[in-house]
């Protein structure tokens, strides 16, 4: 008799199989889709750790720069914690700036109406700890506080390796130590042998100072840090943490392009219209922000607020499109050459800053707020960014007729001897020479008003050389700068010289100037006095180069007006070598390339005729150079 089994048991069994089959599907897509939704939390919060590293990275770039100035100013060499120019209190601002310890901040936070109400999903939020989670040294140093970072002096480079730079020599233990705790700018700081400055690798940024893969003349100040994110929270976000280290520079870079200028300025014409027709600029140029007019060409053009090109200009190549009236990007020029962006602008170069030390009018003043004193730095600011202050010799108007007439009856003269500053007055009827004397025809600096109808003072520069060995002064190579000034702080009856000039005022007249090379390290002038060139100046070569090109000796002139010329006929004006503007006080555009007639004070522009080009080596660089500051922060590993 055949069994009869229960309804519905096969059935039963097959669903409970292919129910059990589907539920370890669905437990394993869901198990998956976690892993998915783990790894994408994991991924994104390396990315935001990454935003925030490189919000981080900026708001450092602003800072150091800044606080390298306040080391250097007087009463900076303080010991307390609180000194907010030490290392530990820029990278706190920066990561305040950069809001790295929030995703969202308080304030916008309570924009949006959600302040102590939101609960957040980013389990990467909240406190960073201690700052030494965040940055560190990459090696362990002497220092003068727990929180430092190293800093490339004496043998760093041997302690961290190869990858990082040359290490610059400081023979001040104290400082070296001071250096971690603090970024410190100094003369002190050199390369081996004392050399201030050398040719080294431009770095590899899109600000085109230089162009790509080309030395500069500079000095690289450097300090290395470890960077990393989220180490604090690590464990409650599960993200393994990467330590990065970090470079961090800040080129001392002297004035060294064709044609440079710390204010706006116009390229390309003259005030009065008329073309740059006889001008030649080979290299680069440099304005804090530029203007080109007319059909101007040239090589690189970098700015810090911004480039406006001409419609018949061009830069490298690149010109405006003649329909659309705009610049190819940078991207596509960069995708089809093997070369940067000719046309670069520091604000558009990622972690790149470029500072001219520019000082306006206190260029080339060295009497008032002067005062360096217990500075961090051995090198104050006011000596490092005012060249009047970096002379050696000063010439100085120390008495005059009268408040109202500033003809100048007494002179100092401030030398070196024996490395020790003295100084000879003299004064007039006593041992001032006149010129017309026979020892005033050895005699170097003189009155004068011919022809330019003020009160002048003539400075003979063949004779200086001379003169320096009758009162026992140390050679040329050592007495090779020369301020000209009223000494008007110590005296009331001297007058401060005006910027522009006045009528009223003192001129400087410059004779003898065509032969500079007994200064065999070069020569600089600074002079807040307008200053008239009457005679070719270093017109004689000391050597020639490798190519048969004749070679003079360096030398700078550092004064707010200068005038070619005094006679009556207006005079041809040739220059080679480079042209720097140090800006103003107003925000007039500078047209560099005006170069006045002392005839009839008058830009007359068929007489002009220029060949600038660019230094390249070091012994091109005068005794006194314009100061930039090249800061740039770059990932080593």
């Given at each position: 008799?055949?069994?009869?089994?229960?309804?519905?048991?096969?059935?039963?069994?097959?669903?409970?199989?292919?129910?059990?089959?589907?539920?370890?599907?669905?437990?394993?897509?869901?198990?998956?889709?976690?892993?998915?939704?783990?790894?994408?939390?994991?991924?994104?919060?390396?990315?935001?750790?990454?935003?925030?590293?490189?919000?981080?990275?900026?708001?450092?770039?602003?800072?150091?720069?800044?606080?390298?100035i306040r080391n250097m100013m007087a009463d900076s060499n303080l010991s307390g914690g609180e000194i907010p120019s030490r290392w530990r209190w820029i990278f706190e601002r920066a990561l305040a700036k950069a809001n790295s310890e929030q995703a969202l901040p308080e304030e916008q936070a309570t924009v949006l109406g959600i302040s102590g109400q939101s609960?957040?999903?980013?389990?990467?939020?909240?406190?960073?700890?201690?700052?030494?989670?965040?940055?560190?040294?990459?090696?362990?140093?002497?220092?003068?506080?727990?929180?430092?970072?190293?800093?490339?002096?004496?043998?760093?480079?041997?302690?961290?390796?190869?990858?990082?730079?040359?290490?610059?020599?400081?023979?001040?233990?104290?400082?070296?130590?001071?250096?971690?705790?603090?970024?410190?700018?100094?003369?002190?700081?050199?390369?081996?042998?004392?050399?201030?400055?050398?040719?080294?690798?431009?770095?590899?940024?899109?600000?085109?100072?230089?162009?790509?893969?080309?030395?500069?003349?500079?000095?690289?100040?450097?300090?290395?840090?470890?960077?990393?994110?989220?180490?604090?929270?690590?464990?409650?976000?599960?993200?393994?943490?990467?330590?990065?280290?970090?470079?961090?520079?800040?080129?001392?870079?002297?004035?060294?392009?064709?044609?440079?200028?710390?204010?706006?300025?116009?390229?390309?014409?003259?005030?009065?219209?008329?073309?740059?027709?006889?001008?030649?600029?080979?290299?680069?140029?440099?304005?804090?922000?530029?203007?080109?007019?007319?059909?101007?060409?040239?090589?690189?053009?970098?700015?810090?607020?911004?480039?406006?090109?001409?419609?018949?200009?061009?830069?490298?190549?690149?010109?405006?499109?003649?329909?659309?009236?705009?610049?190819?990007?940078?991207?596509?020029?960069?995708?089809?050459?093997?070369?940067?962006?000719?046309?670069?602008?520091?604000?558009?170069?990622?972690?790149?800053?470029?500072?001219?030390?520019?000082?306006?009018?206190?260029?080339?003043?060295?009497?008032?707020?002067?005062?360096?004193?217990?500075?961090?730095?051995?090198?104050?600011?006011?000596?490092?960014?005012?060249?009047?202050?970096?002379?050696?010799?000063?010439?100085?108007?120390?008495?005059?007729?009268?408040?109202?007439?500033?003809?100048?009856?007494?002179?100092?003269?401030?030398?070196?001897?024996?490395?020790?500053?003295?100084?000879?007055?003299?004064?007039?009827?006593?041992?001032?020479?006149?010129?017309?004397?026979?020892?005033?025809?050895?005699?170097?600096?003189?009155?004068?008003?011919?022809?330019?109808?003020?009160?002048?003072?003539?400075?003979?520069?063949?004779?200086?050389?001379?003169?320096?060995?009758?009162?026992?002064?140390?050679?040329?190579?050592?007495?090779?700068?020369?301020?000209?000034?009223?000494?008007?702080?110590?005296?009331?009856?001297?007058?401060?010289?005006?910027?522009?000039?006045?009528?009223?005022?003192?001129?400087?007249?410059?004779?003898?100037?065509?032969?500079?090379?007994?200064?065999?390290?070069?020569?600089?002038?600074?002079?807040?006095?307008?200053?008239?060139?009457?005679?070719?100046?270093?017109?004689?070569?000391?050597?020639?180069?490798?190519?048969?090109?004749?070679?003079?000796?360096?030398?700078?002139?550092?004064?707010?007006?200068?005038?070619?010329?005094?006679?009556?006929?207006?005079?041809?004006?040739?220059?080679?070598?480079?042209?720097?503007?140090?800006?103003?006080?107003?925000?007039?555009?500078?047209?560099?390339?005006?170069?006045?007639?002392?005839?009839?004070?008058?830009?007359?522009?068929?007489?002009?005729?220029?060949?600038?080009?660019?230094?390249?080596?070091?012994?091109?660089?005068?005794?006194?150079?314009?100061?930039?500051?090249?800061?740039?922060?770059?990932?080593?590993?």
């Amino acid at each position: 008799m055949k069994k009869n089994l229960r309804s519905g048991y096969i059935s039963i069994l097959s669903v409970v199989t292919l129910a059990s089959i589907m539920l370890l599907m669905l437990t394993a897509s869901f198990r998956y889709s976690i892993q998915n939704q783990e790894a994408q939390k994991k991924t994104q919060i390396r990315v935001d750790y990454t935003n925030r590293e490189q919000a981080f990275l900026r708001a450092v770039l602003t800072e150091v720069p800044n606080s390298a100035i306040r080391n250097m100013m007087a009463d900076s060499n303080l010991s307390g914690g609180e000194i907010p120019s030490r290392w530990r209190w820029i990278f706190e601002r920066a990561l305040a700036k950069a809001n790295s310890e929030q995703a969202l901040p308080e304030e916008q936070a309570t924009v949006l109406g959600i302040s102590g109400q939101s609960i957040s999903g980013n389990t990467g939020d909240g406190s960073r700890g201690s700052l030494k989670h965040s940055v560190d040294t990459i090696r362990s140093q002497p220092s003068l506080n727990w929180f430092y970072i190293n800093a490339g002096t004496n043998y760093t480079t041997t302690l961290l390796g190869r990858k990082y730079p040359e290490s610059l020599r400081l023979a001040n233990g104290t400082v070296e130590k001071m250096d971690r705790d603090r970024p410190i700018i100094s003369m002190t700081k050199t390369y081996p042998g004392g050399v201030q400055f050398k040719e080294i690798p431009y770095p590899d940024v899109h600000f085109g100072y230089v162009a790509q893969s080309e030395n500069f003349v500079a000095k690289r100040n450097w300090w290395a840090f470890s960077l990393s994110s989220g180490e604090d929270s690590r464990s409650s976000t599960g993200v393994a943490t990467v330590r990065k280290n970090f470079i961090l520079s800040i080129y001392e870079v002297p004035s060294q392009l064709a044609l440079g200028s710390a204010g706006s300025t116009i390229l390309g014409k003259h005030e009065n219209g008329s073309d740059w027709d006889n001008i030649r600029i080979s290299g680069g140029v440099f304005a804090s922000r530029a203007f080109t007019e007319g059909t101007i060409q040239l090589d690189r053009l970098a700015a810090r607020r911004g480039i406006s090109l001409a419609d018949d200009s061009s830069v490298g190549g690149v010109a405006l499109d003649s329909f659309s009236g705009d610049l190819p990007s940078r991207e596509q020029y960069e995708s089809e050459n093997a070369s940067f962006f000719p046309i670069s602008s520091s604000s558009d170069s990622g972690l790149v800053a470029f500072l001219p030390i520019a000082r306006g009018q206190d260029a080339f003043d060295d009497l008032e707020e002067v005062d360096d004193r217990n500075s961090a730095s051995p090198t104050g600011w006011n000596y490092y960014s005012r060249p009047a202050m970096q002379t050696v010799m000063k010439l100085r108007v120390e008495d005059v007729l009268s408040p109202e007439d500033q003809t100048p009856t007494s002179i100092s003269f401030a030398f070196l001897a024996g490395g020790i500053e003295r100084k000879i007055t003299y004064t007039r009827g006593n041992n001032w020479p006149t010129s017309g004397s026979a020892s005033g025809a050895l005699f170097p600096f003189h009155l004068e008003s011919d022809n330019i109808e003020r009160r002048a003072l003539s400075v003979y520069l063949g004779r200086l050389p001379a003169f320096l060995a009758s009162i026992g002064a140390d050679p040329t190579s050592v007495n090779n700068s020369l301020m000209v000034n009223a000494n008007y702080r110590d005296n009331v009856r001297v007058l401060k010289p005006n910027i522009p000039s006045l009528s009223s005022d003192i001129a400087l007249i410059m004779r003898d100037t065509k032969d500079f090379t007994p200064f065999s390290s070069g020569f600089s002038l600074v002079t807040p006095f307008r200053t008239y060139l009457v005679n070719d100046v270093n017109i004689v070569p000391m050597d020639t180069d490798s190519q048969g090109r004749d070679v003079f000796p360096p030398i700078s002139l550092f004064t707010p007006e200068k005038r070619f010329g005094i006679r009556d006929q207006p005079m041809n004006i040739t220059l080679k070598g480079q042209v720097n503007h140090v800006g103003k006080g107003s925000d007039q555009n500078a047209r560099p390339l005006d170069l006045r007639s002392g005839a009839n004070d008058e830009v007359l522009a068929g007489k002009i005729k220029a060949d600038l080009y660019s230094i390249t080596t070091p012994e091109q660089l005068p005794p006194i150079s314009q100061m930039n500051w090249l800061v740039v922060i770059e990932q080593v590993d």
